[in-house]
């Protein structure tokens, strides 16, 4: 084994029995080798200092691009990591069927969030598209299963570990955050839900086992999917059955059925408020014709719900006062929104904006707003009523003169 520099040069120092021309010799020696050394030092370090920030930098982008990190988790060294989905709604669109999709009547609640989501009755059929590729975490599945016809959200893929604790969904050990990855009532998370229901009407223990929901782990098989309803407690998904066969689905789930009569021609203008949706059209009943009512029948709209005076004057390429009737509301913001029928259009009929506060009582009416309107052009118009966002009424209206 080699000697170390160090000795080396005790060794030169004590060879006092060395002559002077080997002694020069030596120094010489040690001293090249002193030089190839530092040579090679500088060479060396500044190249492996290189490779390993590159080799971190390299893992953290990676890291970052396909994992939400939370670094804030108090007590925890290691990092804790997420599932998210940015790109599922939680609500369906209205869509105008297309020829190789076909359409569905849905009555169980088991997908409700709060507005009886996807039951036929109330938003119109099911538009299902039968081509399952690309099929992503999110999706609505129509299959079937034990000889019945089911509806499920992809939450498991092939390949993944799936696992409740306490009401939160995990795949592969990794929280679900999102939308459909924890228990919910009514569209509501437990703390939410509590909150904000009456304890009277409800069974506290009961919905406190319900939001506590856990499975244990369940593997994803190749060629299955793990799929969960919404609403957990009132339908039937994975959990009850495992993993689905994909051969089993039907197809997606894409939104409601359009009515023909009632697609926004030209989509919503920019500037409406953001709580009025294209669906709302579907709601009108065009057979639900305005009539006169009140006090020398001075009112045109739904008696004890809302009316309007001056609706029956002649409006046309004109503005013309209008007072809004209102019962059952006190203090709101009353927003209105018209609709055309022939030309599938929306427009803002009040002069001076969507939306108006409502004044006190007039006329036996709860509420009334007085505002300045313009009708742009004859025929059937349905005038949505929307009070603090949320679908009051509609009028239906013949407007030609």
């Known amino acids: 084994m080699g000697k170390s520099l160090n000795e080396k040069l005790r060794q030169l120092n004590d060879a006092s029995k060395l002559s002077e021309k080997s002694k020069a010799k030596m120094k010489n020696a040690i001293s090249s080798e002193i030089q190839m050394r530092q ?34 988790s108090p007590g925890n060294s290691d990092y804790t990591k997420e599932i998210v989905d940015h790109h599922t709604p939680e609500k369906l669109p209205t869509v ?31 538009v299902v598209f039968p081509i399952l590729n690309p099929m992503d975490r999110g999706d609505i599945l129509y299959y079937e299963m034990d000889g019945e016809r089911q509806i499920g959200r992809i939450v498991g893929l092939p390949g993944e570990t799936v696992e409740i604790r306490n009401g939160q969904v995990y795949i592969d050990d990794k929280k679900l955050n999102t939308f459909y990855g924890v228990a919910t009532n009514r569209g509501m998370e437990k703390e939410e839900y509590f909150e904000k229901m009456d304890e009277r009407n409800m069974n506290r223990q009961s919905m406190e086992e319900y939001f506590d929901t856990s499975l244990a782990p369940v593997y994803v098989e190749e060629d299955t999917l793990f799929v969960l309803v919404d609403a957990w ?17 039907q197809g997606k789930v894409v939104g409601y059925e359009a009515d023909s009569r009632e697609v926004v021609q030209d989509g919503l203008p920019n500037n409406i408020p953001s709580f009025v949706q294209e669906i709302d059209m579907q709601k009108i009943d065009w057979e639900r014709k305005a009539v006169r009512f009140g006090d020398r029948g001075i009112l045109l709209g739904n008696e004890n719900k809302s ?23 006190e203090q709101a913001d009353l927003t209105v929104v018209g609709y055309h029928r022939e030309t599938k259009t929306v427009h ?40 603090d966002g949320e679908l ?6 013949d407007i030609n003169k």
Do not use: C
């Open 39 to 72: 040579k090679r030092r500088r060479k060396f370090s500044p190249k492996v200092i290189g490779i390993i920030v590159t080799m971190f930098v390299l893992g953290l982008t990676y890291t970052l691009l396909n994992d939400k990190i939370d670094l804030t």
């Open 96 to 126: 105008v069927p297309e020829e190789d999709s076909f359409t569905i009547e849905w009555l169980s609640d088991s997908m409700d969030r709060g507005e009886h989501d996807l039951e036929t009755n109330v938003h119109g059929r099911l």
């Open 233 to 249: 407690w009132r339908g039937s998904d994975s959990r009850t059955y495992g993993p689905i066969q994909i051969e089993h689905i």
């Open 307 to 329: 009316g309007i005076i001056g609706a029956d004057e002649p409006n046309l390429n004109a503005t013309r006062k209008w007072m809004w009737h209102l019962w059952g509301i």
């Open 348 to 387: 803002q009929i009040i002069t001076d904006g969507w939306t108006k506060e409502v004044a006190g009582k007039v006329n036996g009416a709860d509420a009334h707003v007085p505002s300045n309107v313009q009708i742009p052009m004859a025929g059937e118009w349905a005038m949505l009523l929307y009070t």
């Open 392 to 397: 009051f009424d509609i009028l239906v209206l």
